[in-house]
């Protein structure tokens, strides 16, 4: 059985390890105490939401949600913009478990949806798609870093 619980302080040690697996899989460096600085942070200033899926007492997975909004819909929204399972533990329902949890947030919070981007090779695409996302393939996505 999957449990879904709250990223807390009480949780930051698991946290930190798998939202630095989530960086290193996209390629970043081994930065476990910066990793936990950033989830410290967020925490502190409560400006995402984390979740943390268990199972039994081992932490196998996460996500974090950051707000924004949508003019078009006039609506709040929440970016999905980190989800990440253990290698040990995917195909396993985890993900599902978590992307759940994300659309039972936005429902109880009046949230007009869920975004997210990932890479045409990450795996995790076709459970986004059997999780009801829809790729929207007609817009351009572009990214400016600053100097």
């Not at 930065?31 to 979740?51: G, H, N, P, V, Y």
């Not at 913009?81 to 429902?107: M, P, T, W």
Request: overall charge neutral.
């Amino acid at each position: 059985m999957i449990e879904i619980r709250q990223g807390s302080l009480g949780l930051i040690d698991q946290m930190s390890e798998l939202f630095n697996q989530y960086r290193i899989f996209y390629g970043q460096k081994n930065e476990l105490e910066k990793a936990k600085d950033f989830l410290l942070e967020r925490l502190k200033f409560q400006d995402s939401l984390i979740r943390l899926a268990f199972r039994q007492d081992t932490a196998v997975g996460f996500m974090q949600l950051y707000p924004c909004f949508s003019s078009v819909r006039l609506q709040p929204i929440y970016i999905l913009n980190d989800l990440f399972v253990h290698q040990n533990y995917r195909n396993n329902g985890v993900g599902s478990a978590l992307i759940n949890e994300a659309k039972s947030i936005c429902i109880s919070d009046n949230i007009a949806g869920l975004q997210l981007e990932t890479s045409n090779l990450n795996r995790a695409n076709e459970l986004y798609k059997k999780s009801g996302f829809s790729l929207i393939e007609d817009t351009n996505f572009y990214s400016w870093t600053a100097p």
